[in-house]
T-cell receptor, first 115, second 113 residues
Framework: GENVEQHPSTLSVQEGDSAVIKCTYS??????FPWYKQELGKRPQLIID?????GEKKDQRIAVTLNKTAKHFSLHITETQPEDSAVYFC??????????????FGKGTHLIIQP | EAQVTQNPRYLITVTGKKLTVTCSQN?????MSWYRQDPGLGLRQIYY???????DKGDVPEGYKVSRKEKRNFPLILESPSPNQTSLYFC????????????FGPGTRLTVT
């Protein structure tokens, strides 16, 4: 099955700086890579996703890059703001299970924005 | 409003007392999953279903059962709960096919004493 590794587990950045979270996956057939933001006590919320036929996707201050050859993908947040503080999860699916087998998640990154 | 609902949202129970957590979606989604979330371990999949009457084990299925008798409902059953099943549980659904975006329910916080 799929295995997703996520680093770092905790990331502290100054407000206004950029944050980068990295993930690797094991199943070369995986083709859908979402990123979720989870605030304390809330459900995970999709913030951006990318498919394997695309190398980069951007939405305002958030971008995701994908390197299929190396099997890794990254989340980039620019001009960080206090409301970006949360736990972020990467995930992968669409491999041998075709996506019906749900998402395999990384263990999460606690992003702390220092004022 | 398109949504995934779970009930109950909070539950405290005792070891061995059977319980069911319900999950329902109103989006006509094919795929449904259950995850548990524990500190430092992220979200781990318990069971998934790709259609009515089709279910399969995820990464941590021991101690759980599911059923998918109707497309909209995917209940999680703990026949004999134990303290190590104390966790935050999320149900999720996706349309299927090439549309893999998962929609999560609000979560159920379960404590087994």
């Amino acid at each position: 099955g799929e295995n997703v590794e996520q680093h770092p587990s905790t990331l502290s950045v100054q407000e206004g700086d950029s944050a980068v979270i990295k993930c690797t996956y094991s199943d070369s057939a995986s083709n859908y890579f979402p990123w979720y933001k989870q605030e304390l006590g809330k459900r995970p919320q999709l913030i951006i996703d990318i498919r394997s036929n695309v190398g980069e996707k951007k939405d305002q201050r958030i971008a995701v890059t994908l390197n299929k050859t190396a099997k890794h993908f990254s989340l980039h947040i620019t001009e960080t703001q206090p409301e970006d503080s949360a736990v972020y999860f990467c995930a992968a699916t669409g491999g041998s299970g075709g996506g019906a087998d749900g998402l395999t998640f990384g263990k999460g990154t606690h992003l702390i924005i220092q004022p | 409003e398109a949504q995934v609902t779970q009930n109950p949202r909070y539950l405290i129970t005792v070891t061995g007392k059977k319980l069911t957590v319900t999950c329902s979606q109103n989006m006509n989604h094919e795929y449904m999953s259950w995850y548990r979330q524990d500190p430092g371990l992220g979200l781990r999949q318990i069971y998934y279903s790709m259609n009515v009457e089709v279910t399969d084990k995820g990464d941590v299925p021991e101690g759980y059962k599911v059923s998918r008798k109707e497309k909209r409902n995917f209940p999680l059953i703990l026949e004999s709960p134990s303290p190590n099943q104390t966790s935050l549980y999320f149900c999720a659904s996706s349309l299927g096919g090439s549309n893999l975006e998962q929609y999560f329910g609000p979560g159920t916080r379960l404590t087994v004493t």
